[in-house]
């Protein structure tokens, strides 16, 4: 005999209700971060030895510039997620882990904001 009320073994979620859309979440950039890593990886071997106009040059190309953008915005969304769930296990204080919490997303944004401007003034800039 189950404790639970018919609506909520329907429903299948724990006692966050969130807990299910995270882990999906997570799993899902997981999935998009394999190929955007390789091809970040293979650019940036490509770029090595080179100067500063190679690297201009290879980000100028609207094809590397929307793919480095997808890059950093899987991996920042990613990150923030992750990142969240380990201030949520182990911090205790609800002040702190808030605190926490809202310094991560804020990170990322100000991280993910300064790359964007800088790879769309370089796609953009004249050649």
Known sequence: MSLQTPLHRVEGLGSAKAGTAEFW???VTAVALVPLSIWFVWSALALVGGNQ????AFFGNPVNAVLMLLFLATALYHMTIGVQVVIEDYIQQPFLKISCI???RFFAL?????TAF???KIAFAPI
Not at 53 to 56: K, P, R
Not at 110 to 114: C, E, F, L, R
């Open 102 to 104: 809202i310094l991560n």
């Open 25 to 27: 979440r997570q799993r």
């Open 118 to 120: 800088a790879l769309l």
């Open 110 to 114: 100000a991280v993910g904001v300064a």
């Open 53 to 56: 106009e190679n690297a201009l």
